[in-house]
């Protein structure tokens, strides 16, 4: 079975703080891979979509990087904020799974002032 | 919330009872996309469409049915065989279902239902 995972369910960290999010995933054998945030009672937002050909994705103080061979992908955030705090999922999509995304459990990110 | 409108925020269901949780996009985008979410829990995906008059069962499907006449809107109805659907319901749509490399999905704001 193909399946996402994420590990530490929870995070929590002081302000200012640089900080990686794990996801690992069954099969390298995937199209792509993308990290969402989402903020409590509410939807997802996408924040990287990482194509299968591509080792890292970056916008502002979020890098995600992507390792098909080992089955893993991180997103790294820089200089953290109380702003940050959030659930970050990852989900992939697998080759053979139609087009549909996998998601992971998520990460609760809880950032300290 | 990009353009996809979910409605209501908060939904309540007695018990044998059907409900329907609509969503309604802007975007012009061929897909969408039904998920439930449990607490600590990934999404899981429930049903999906590519194209209009068309669509698909996802992972949990048993106890819900879907339609998708107009390319805007694709309501999801709870039935009473749904035996815990007390969840937050998230509806998405992607530009074109059948493209694999550069998917992003963009959701809803979601609808919480719960059990009476």
Redesign the interface.
């Known amino acids: 079975k193909q399946e996402v995972t994420q590990i530490p369910a929870a995070l929590s960290v002081p302000e200012g703080e640089n900080l990686v999010l794990n996801c690992s995933f069954t099969d390298s054998a995937i199209y792509n891979l993308q990290w969402f945030r989402q903020d409590p009672g509410k939807g997802l937002t996408s924040l990287l979509l990482i194509q299968s050909s591509q080792r890292e994705q970056t916008s502002g103080r979020l890098n995600a990087s992507l390792d098909k061979s080992s089955g893993r992908s991180t997103l790294y955030i820089a200089a953290s904020q109380p702003g940050d705090s959030a659930t970050y999922l990852c989900a992939v999509i697998f080759y053979n799974q139609g087009g549909k995304l996998i998601f992971g459990q998520g990460t609760e990110l809880s950032v300290k002032p | 919330?990009?353009g996809?409108t979910?409605s209501p925020k908060y939904l309540f269901r007695k018990e044998g009872q059907n409900v329907t949780l609509s969503c309604e996009q802007n975007l012009n985008h061929d897909a969408m996309y039904w998920?439930r979410q449990d607490p600590?829990?990934?999404?899981?995906?429930i049903y999906?469409s590519q194209i209009v008059n068309d669509f698909?069962k996802?992972?949990i499907a048993e106890g819900y049915s879907v339609s998708r006449e107009k390319k805007e809107s694709f309501p999801l109805t709870v039935t009473s065989a749904q035996k815990n659907p007390t969840a937050?319901y998230?509806c998405?749509s992607s530009m074109d279902?059948?493209r694999?490399?550069?998917?992003?999905?963009?959701?809803?704001?979601?609808t919480?239902l719960s059990v009476l």
């Open positions: 919330d990009g996809i979910q998920y600590g829990q990934g999404l899981r995906l999906y698909q996802g992972d937050f998230l998405a279902g059948t694999r490399t550069n998917e992003k999905l963009f959701f809803g704001s979601g919480q």
